[in-house]
């Protein structure tokens, strides 16, 4: 059972470089949701998604967009990288909006 | 002033030590999480409780939702258990789009 399972684990990219973070889960859930994690803060919440063919903005939505054509997986794409978009990026999944959260490995990017 | 509050933000303890992490939130709530972050790695949900007292291992976590704080307590503490602790709120309302508010996380070293 891989639960949550993040692609790719690191990736470096030059600034106004574009690339995509896929973000795939095998439990069925309803809700998928993309964060950024960087030092001295809190998990922040960039995009999510209720449900196939939905998403919706976060707190830090800027520079991002997302994607949920199926159910299983989320992607999350930068455009144009830039470096403050230098971080660590964690997935997660829930069956329910207030259930239990299940998280990937993390995505740490690094924008030159 | 930050919504959910750790302390300590960092704490060194022999193995073998009682280990208690404290969280106060400073909004109404429906459930709080306790997770997990090795170095280096991805996030574990260790609990999630609205109230009371939950265990699992050596490990307990206790809410007292009138008092607006939470700890979670590591008895016979190992090496192992090294990692950042990160609590999280469930708002009954904002707080972000996903209702979560974290807390920048309490790193803990235990030494042998």
């Known amino acids: 059972n891989a639960g949550v399972t993040q692609t790719p684990k690191f990736r470096v990219l030059k600034t106004g470089q574009s690339m995509t973070l896929l973000c795939a889960q095998d439990?069925?859930?309803?809700?998928m949701y993309w964060y950024r994690q960087d030092p001295g803060m809190g998990l922040r919440l960039i995009h999510y998604s209720v449900g196939e063919g939905t998403t919706a903005k976060g707190e830090v939505p800027d520079g991002y967009n997302v994607s949920r054509l199926k159910k299983q997986n989320f992607l999350l794409g930068l455009e144009s990288a830039a470096p403050s978009q230098t971080s660590v990026y964690f997935c997660?999944?829930?069956?329910?909006?207030?259930?239990?959260?299940?998280f990937g490995e993390g995505s740490r990017l690094t924008v030159l | 002033k930050n919504e959910v509050e750790q302390s300590p933000q960092n704490l060194t303890a022999q193995e073998g030590e009682f280990i208690t992490i404290n969280c106060s939130y400073s909004v109404g709530i429906s459930a709080l999480h306790w997770l997990q972050q090795h170095p280096g790695g991805g996030i574990v949900s260790l609990f999630m409780?609205?109230?009371g007292k939950k265990k699992h291992g050596r490990l307990i976590a206790t809410i007292n939702i009138q008092e607006k704080h939470s700890s979670l307590h590591i008895t016979a503490s190992h090496p192992r258990d090294s990692a950042v602790y990160i609590c999280?709120?469930?708002?009954?309302?904002?707080?972000?789009?996903?209702?979560?508010?974290f807390g920048k996380g309490t790193h803990l070293i235990i030494q042998p």
């Open positions: 439990m069925n859930h309803e809700y």
């Open positions: 997660a999944s829930s069956p329910r909006g207030a259930g239990e959260l299940f």
């Open positions: 999280a709120v469930r708002r009954y309302s904002g707080g972000g789009a996903d209702g979560l508010t």
């Open positions: 409780l609205s109230s």
